[in-house]
């Protein structure tokens, strides 16, 4: 069974530009999560999908936004960046039928200028 | 609401030394516990869970943790810890079962140095 997928691994963009992440969860998982991972702050939570609704969310700033397809496949978007936002994004990949463990894919690093 | 607290952000310790992460979590609804692992430049892998039974769980690479609920706590053990154990390590906690409110939620790290 594959992984979760994430692509980019890596990006570079210009303060004010925006963005736009995709995540492949594993095949039959229906949950989507999205982190951003920072040295200051650690793992914070940005939200969650789970059959094309979003179940969850956490405490970001309008700019960051997600949506899941049919397929399960997700992407986050980020508009008006910052250089605050310079981070690891990570998806996870949880079955959603309980609430059991989730598993990440590499990352994507977003660095903005 | 859950929290994690994951009460060292370094830990540095000798190589086959043991060494113990502690975690403590604060929840008002019986959890299901992780611990995860971050190698640089990677995503996180899942250790070891706590779902339900045993309070002590074993996970890969020798590691196990033991659920203590009258303190709240979810400790990561090792009794002997090798070179390539250099990670960065999360403790997380969701609530069990079926919840609308079932994000998980991660402590900020532990930093796991292993010195020669």
């Known amino acids: 069974k594959a992984g979760v997928t994430q692509t980019p691994r890596y990006l570079i963009k210009t303060r004010g530009q925006q963005v736009t992440l995709s995540c492949s969860p594993i095949s039959g998982h229906r949950s989507v999560s999205w982190y951003q991972q920072t040295p200051g702050q650690g793992l914070q939570f940005l939200f969650e999908?789970?059959?094309?609704?979003?179940?969850n969310k956490g405490n970001f700033p309008g700019r960051f936004s997600g949506r899941q397809f049919s397929n399960s496949r997700s992407e986050m978007n980020v508009s008006t960046l910052e250089l605050g936002d310079s981070a690891l994004y990570l998806c996870a990949s949880r079955s959603g039928n309980l609430n059991t463990e989730a598993f990440f894919g590499q990352g994507t690093r977003l660095t903005v200028v | 609401a859950q929290s994690v607290t994951q009460l060292d952000s370094q830990v540095p310790v000798f190589e086959e030394a043991p060494v113990e992460l502690r975690c403590n979590y604060s929840s008002s609804v019986s959890v299901y516990l992780f611990w995860y692992v971050q190698y640089p430049n990677q995503g996180l892998q899942l250790l070891l869970k706590y779902l339900s039974g045993s309070t002590l769980v074993k996970g890969i690479n020798g590691f196990e943790a033991e659920f203590n609920k009258s303190q709240t706590s979810f400790h990561l053990r090792k009794p002997s810890v090798h070179i390539s154990d250099t990670a960065e390590y999360f403790c997380a906690v969701t609530p069990a079962g079926m919840n609308r409110d079932d994000k998980i939620i991660f402590g900020k790290g532990t930093r796991l140095h292993i010195l020669p």
């Open positions: 999908y789970f059959s094309e609704t979003q179940r």
